[in-house]
């Protein structure tokens, strides 16, 4: 069985309020990411059963949601 360490054991991210576009809350951006993420990793390796494979179908699906969605990436 695999063994998976994550930066932040046992830690849920619980919410996140943006407190501005200074180099600071860039970084707090970049520790709630890898919370999560590892959140995700660690959740997907303890529940394997959970995991939903990604099919042509639900990409198609979602293609047709965000037909015509604009990001404004600022």
């Known amino acids: 069985m695999a ?3 994550t930066r932040f054991p046992r830690k849920a991210l619980l ?5 501005g576009n200074n180099q ?4 707090s951006e970049n520790k709630m990411m890898r919370m999560f993420l590892d959140f995700l990793v660690e959740d997907a390796f303890k529940n394997p059963s959970s ?3 990604y099919t042509e ?3 198609k ?9 604009e990001i404004d990436w600022d």
Request: hydrophobic share 35%; proline share 4%; glycine share 8%.
């Open 3 to 5: 063994k998976l360490k």
């Open 15 to 19: 919410g996140y309020r943006k407190s």
């Open 24 to 27: 600071s809350s860039q970084i």
């Open 51 to 53: 995991l939903t494979p």
């Open 57 to 59: 179908e639900m990409a």
């Open 61 to 69: 699906e979602m293609d047709e949601l965000l037909k015509g969605v």
